[in-house]
């Protein structure tokens, strides 16, 4: 008989709370360790289809979300601690965005999976990329559209790398404002039902980080 939704959660908190006693927060499809600071986070999405995809590790910065959520509320932009995260670009060694677990022995071999991946790739990440400057560091080894697209994703996580990098690194700052100044005002003149309080968020965001110097 295929298992449900509701029972393939259970059996995976069950797994989580048994192999990481008091350590995660779970509220799914967030698995979560959350602090004043950061939210370390993974998802762990079950339907009722028999299939469960894990996402990549995943960390929201507390200190550099206070500085932007105040424009992004200003300009009416919806966002939360679960959609401002920074993406690890690294992958794992297997793909597990898509896993059966249709079965009580497709769950164990989901566990047998999943433990490892905690352990050995997104404890590893969540500790080493608490200090963003190991962050900026990595991120000047990519390209825009695999910053865009996958560490850092669209306009909001452009205006996180710019707070990182104005706390880190200002000579990065200055010579990515201009340019992503540019691009957000095309996007925002294509379409601006889609981008144009981004990019007044995004305006005021750097306006503000230039005159703390």
Same mark, same amino acid.
């Given at each position: 008989?295929? *298992?449900?939704?509701?029972? =393939?959660?259970?059996?995976?908190?069950?797994?989580?709370?048994?192999?990481?006693?008091?350590?995660?927060?779970? $509220? %799914?499809?967030?698995? %979560?360790?959350? &602090?004043?600071?950061?939210?370390?986070?993974?998802?762990?999405?079950?339907?009722?289809?028999?299939?469960?995809?894990?996402?990549?590790?995943?960390?929201?910065?507390?200190?550099?979300?206070?500085?932007? &959520?105040?424009?992004?509320?200003?300009? @009416?932009? #919806?966002?939360?601690?679960?959609? =401002?995260?920074?993406?690890?670009?690294?992958?794992?060694?297997?793909?597990?965005?898509?896993?059966?677990?249709?079965? !009580? !022995?497709?769950?164990?071999?989901?566990?047998?999976?999943?433990?490892?991946? #905690?352990? $050995? %790739?997104?404890?590893?990440?969540?500790? @080493?990329? @608490?200090?963003?400057? &190991?962050? *900026?560091?990595?991120?000047?080894?990519?390209?825009?559209? !695999?910053?865009?697209?996958?560490? %850092? =994703?669209?306009?909001?996580?452009?205006?996180?790398?710019?707070?990182?990098?104005?706390?880190?690194?200002?000579?990065?700052?200055?010579?990515?404002?201009?340019?992503?100044? $540019?691009?957000?005002?095309?996007?925002?003149?294509?379409?601006?039902? =889609?981008?144009?309080?981004?990019?007044?968020?995004?305006?005021?965001?750097? &306006?503000?980080?230039?005159?703390?110097?």
């Amino acid at each position: 008989m295929a *298992l449900g939704k509701l029972t =393939q959660d259970n059996f995976i908190e069950k797994a989580l709370n048994q192999n990481f006693p008091n350590r995660f927060s779970i $509220e %799914f499809p967030f698995v %979560f360790i959350e &602090n004043d600071e950061f939210v370390f986070h993974l998802i762990i999405e079950t339907s009722n289809l028999g299939r469960t995809s894990i996402s990549q590790p995943l960390i929201s910065y507390k200190e550099i979300n206070s500085v932007i &959520n105040p424009f992004l509320d200003k300009f @009416k932009i #919806i966002h939360s601690k679960w959609s =401002q995260r920074f993406t690890y670009p690294i992958k794992w060694k297997e793909d597990l965005t898509y896993l059966h677990s249709d079965s !009580e !022995e497709e769950m164990d071999e989901l566990i047998e999976k999943l433990i490892p991946y #905690i352990n $050995e %790739f997104c404890i590893p990440f969540w500790e @080493k990329f @608490k200090d963003t400057k &190991n962050v *900026l560091s990595l991120i000047k080894d990519y390209s825009e559209q !695999e910053l865009n697209q996958g560490i %850092f =994703q669209g306009v909001q996580g452009i205006m996180k790398r710019l707070v990182m990098a104005h706390n880190l690194d200002y000579k990065y700052y200055k010579e990515k404002k201009d340019f992503y100044n $540019e691009m957000i005002k095309s996007y925002s003149e294509k379409k601006p039902e =889609q981008y144009e309080n981004l990019y007044l968020a995004f305006k005021e965001l750097t &306006n503000f980080l230039d005159k703390k110097n």
